[in-house]
């Protein structure tokens, strides 16, 4: 094969690669697109949710397993008693700088239903594997407003929890262990009680509003994708001048061989201290 075409096959092989790349870029970038335009969605969702006026859980959910998604954060006004023997705590939630545990209590509804209302947080106890002391609610019939939230899948690790804790807010998972019509699609984030209670759990932090990384990976993708070809480019342009380099270098005429220097006898000195000489003695024949 002559050096021109294997060169044109190896050029060729380059390009297939930065175009397998760049097209890999595509795909990660769209991915971040993807996964942006969910963050927005979520963020907007919050915003125009969170601080809305509570309605009836019957607009949200209906039955137990039914549940509209455009009512995500949304407060709704809860009627009926707390079941504090059903009490539950989700372990390992990161608060206050350390590894709590959030308080999760069934409230039963005047419709029969119970909803899982998470109170907030407790620091863990000094000794044991537990919460330290929960503050309770005030007893009797109470109106709660909370805000819905959808439940979290239970952990890929398959771990458990001790009785009495749950390893995540699956409400399924806590739905079985209360029993009962228990709602099984959402659970609610405390807002307010009445009656108030003494003290309560430390409230849940408010959704952040970072809207993520997801845009800024997106455009870094697709300048991957752009730097590939540039890089090819270089390389191709840099075998390119090394050869023509070396064709000019083949091209050019040897260098005539120098003229050869005069050299004087062995043993005459060359300056003008023998000149001088010469001259006197000229002149002493004379």
Same mark, same amino acid.
């Given at each position: *094969?002559?050096?021109?075409?294997?060169?044109?096959?190896? @050029?060729?092989?380059? !390009?297939?690669?930065?175009?397998?790349?760049?097209?890999?870029? $595509?795909?990660?970038?769209? @991915?971040?697109?993807?996964?942006?335009?969910?963050?927005?969605?979520?963020?907007? /969702?919050?915003?125009?949710?969170?601080?809305?006026?509570?309605?009836?859980?019957?607009?949200?959910?209906?039955?137990? =397993?039914?549940? %509209?998604?455009?009512?995500? @954060?949304?407060?709704?006004? +809860?009627? $009926?008693?707390? +079941? /504090? %023997?059903?009490?539950? &705590?989700?372990?390992?939630?990161?608060?206050?700088? #350390?590894?709590?545990?959030?308080?999760? #209590?069934?409230?039963? *509804?005047? =419709?029969?239903?119970?909803?899982?209302?998470?109170?907030? @947080?407790?620091?863990?106890?000094?000794?044991?594997?537990?919460?330290?002391?929960?503050?309770?609610?005030?007893?009797?019939?109470?109106?709660?407003?909370?805000?819905?939230?959808?439940?979290?899948?239970?952990?890929?690790?398959?771990?458990?929890?001790?009785?009495?804790?749950?390893? #995540?807010?699956? &409400?399924?998972?806590?739905? =079985?262990? &209360?029993?009962?019509? #228990?709602?099984?699609?959402?659970?609610?984030? *405390?807002?307010?009680?009445?009656?108030?209670?003494?003290?309560?759990?430390?409230?849940?932090?408010?959704?952040?509003?970072?809207?993520?990384?997801?845009?800024?990976?997106?455009?870094?993708? !697709? /300048?991957?994708?752009? *730097?590939?070809? &540039?890089?090819?480019?270089?390389?191709?342009?840099?075998?390119?001048?090394?050869?023509?380099? =070396?064709?000019?270098?083949?091209?050019?005429?040897?260098?005539?061989?120098?003229?050869?220097?005069?050299?004087?006898?062995?043993?005459?000195?060359?300056?003008?201290?023998?000149?001088?000489? %010469?001259?006197?003695? %000229?002149?002493?024949?004379?």
């Amino acid at each position: *094969m002559s050096r021109p075409a294997a060169n044109l096959r190896r @050029w060729s092989v380059y !390009i297939v690669i930065a175009i397998a790349f760049a097209v890999a870029c $595509g795909f990660l970038s769209n @991915w971040q697109f993807s996964r942006n335009a969910e963050r927005s969605a979520q963020l907007a /969702l919050i915003e125009a949710n969170y601080d809305a006026d509570p309605v009836a859980l019957d607009a949200a959910v209906t039955g137990l =397993d039914d549940f %509209d998604p455009a009512y995500e @954060w949304h407060p709704v006004e +809860l009627h $009926g008693r707390y +079941l /504090l %023997d059903e009490q539950l &705590v989700v372990r390992n939630r990161p608060h206050g700088g #350390t590894s709590a545990f959030e308080v999760l #209590t069934p409230f039963l *509804m005047d =419709d029969g239903r119970i909803l899982v209302v998470n109170r907030g @947080w407790v620091h863990a106890a000094e000794d044991g594997d537990g919460p330290e002391a929960i503050p309770a609610p005030a007893g009797g019939e109470q109106t709660v407003v909370v805000r819905l939230r959808q439940g979290e899948p239970l952990p890929s690790s398959g771990r458990s929890a001790p009785e009495g804790q749950v390893p #995540t807010i699956n &409400v399924p998972l806590i739905a =079985d262990l &209360v029993g009962g019509d #228990t709602v099984r699609s959402v659970y609610g984030i *405390m807002v307010s009680e009445v009656p108030a209670a003494a003290s309560r759990p430390s409230p849940l932090d408010s959704p952040s509003d970072d809207p993520g990384p997801f845009l800024s990976y997106a455009v870094q993708w !697709i /300048l991957f994708a752009v *730097m590939g070809f &540039v890089f090819i480019g270089y390389v191709i342009r840099s075998e390119l001048r090394a050869r023509r380099e =070396d064709a000019e270098e083949d091209a050019a005429p040897a260098p005539a061989d120098p003229a050869p220097r005069a050299k004087w006898p062995r043993g005459r000195r060359k300056d003008g201290d023998m000149l001088a000489e %010469d001259e006197l003695l %000229d002149r002493a024949e004379r």
